[in-house]
């Protein structure tokens, strides 16, 4: 089964930047979308971005033009760009990925989580 482990959180002022990194690790048959979500405190988690295998990406319409998710499949890993960052992108950002496991099974997998704090 694979884990993912977020980094790259912190405490940065608005108009700031910020780069946030997920690393795979464990054993799948593949790993095909991946990507970042984010929850604010009292909200739902909410989609950021997503980039599949083959490197397409779909984007929130709150951080298009702000924010560039790329990933390493070599690494297994993800990686998000966040620049101008505003007081509203706080958050806990999770990465996600759509697993195939060895026997086939479709999982989802998430981190545990990287807090960001956007000062005004």
């Known amino acids: 089964q694979v884990h993912l482990v977020e980094s790259g959180g912190g405490l940065v002022q608005a108009g700031g930047s910020l780069r946030l990194s997920c690393a795979a690790s464990?054993?799948?048959?593949?790993?095909?979308?991946m990507g970042w979500y984010r929850q604010a405190p009292g909200r739902q988690r909410e989609l950021v971005a997503t980039?599949?295998?083959?490197?397409?990406?779909n984007y929130a319409d709150s951080v298009k033009g702000r924010f560039t998710i790329s990933r390493e499949n070599t690494k297994m890993s993800v990686y998000l760009q966040m620049n101008n960052l505003k007081p509203e992108d706080t958050a806990v950002y999770y990465c996600?990925?759509?697993?195939?496991?060895?026997?086939?099974?479709?999982?989802?997998?998430w981190g545990q989580g990287t807090l960001v704090t956007v000062s005004s």
């Open positions: 996600n990925a759509d697993t195939i496991a060895m026997d086939s099974r479709l999982l989802e997998v």
């Open positions: 464990g054993i799948a048959f593949s790993i095909n979308d």
């Open positions: 980039i599949s295998s083959d490197g397409s990406t």
